[in-house]
């Protein structure tokens, strides 16, 4: 399995501000995914994150309030910007590789909390 | 659409009962995977199993067990003899072909009570 390493691990944020989280693979990866689980609910997608493209966006969220980064297939960024309580939620890393086969698997999430 | 259900919300066991966690899905895909996570009071997502849609052959892990039967579209998850470290949020999800992602149930809660 791929080791998935996420940064912050958690956040007190302030109201109007925005944060960075990162996602570093020990391994090359082709699929990293974006997921946003708010306090008590599922997992819910943000974006699918390819390397060398512009990310793919669900229905929901948008690129200015969610920019995401993908350099290379062993690193992604996630901002999240212009932050309000209604951000407040676990981030979660996910990646898919050839090695992996069709497991995704998950980061330890990045706890944000927006005062 | 693809769609993952898990109805039970939460359940709550003693320890060393038995308990058994629905997961009912629809897909039109073919060829499609399902999965069962783990999420710790820490917030990490563990992966626990991954069964593919060609395969209908139950599985074993220690005190875990999993029930795929493609004819009731259900992939059900048994904990027994439950121990109090077993006691989390465990979540369903379906992946279809390609590079897809998971998609989720809304997650079973677990207490397991000593």
Redesign the interface.
């Known amino acids: 399995s791929a080791v998935i390493s996420q940064k912050p691990s958690r956040d007190i944020c302030q109201r109007g501000t925005s944060l960075t989280i990162q996602c570093q693979v020990d391994s090359q990866v082709t699929m990293m995914f974006w997921y946003r689980q708010q306090p008590g609910q599922s997992l819910t997608l943000i974006a699918t994150a390819n390397q060398g493209s512009e990310a793919t966006y669900e229905s929901g969220f948008v690129i200015d309030k969610f920019p995401i980064s993908r350099p290379n297939l062993t690193f992604s960024t996630l901002t999240v910007s212009n932050m309000s309580p209604e951000d407040s939620s676990i981030y979660l890393c996910s990646v898919s590789s050839r090695v992996s086969g069709n497991t995704i698997y998950f980061g330890e999430g990045s706890w944000l909390t927006v005062v | 659409a693809q769609k993952v259900t898990q109805a039970q919300t939460e359940i709550s066991v003693v320890e060393k009962e038995d308990v058994t966690l629905d997961c009912v899905y629809e897909t039109r895909d073919t060829t499609y ?1 399902l ?1 069962w ?1 783990k999420q710790p009071p ?4 563990v ?1 626990l199993i ?1 069964r ?1 849609s060609f395969d209908e052959q139950n599985e074993i892990s220690g005190r875990y067990s999993w029930n795929f039967q493609k004819s009731t579209s259900s992939f059900n998850f048994t904990i027994t003899a439950s121990q109090v470290v077993d006691s989390a949020v465990y ?1 369903c999800a379906l ?1 279809g072909a390609g ?1 897809t ?2 998609v ?4 079973t809660r677990l207490s397991v009570i000593a």
């Open positions: 995977y999965f996570y820490s917030g990490e997502l992966f991954r593919n979540f992946r590079n992602p998971l989720f149930g809304k997650g």
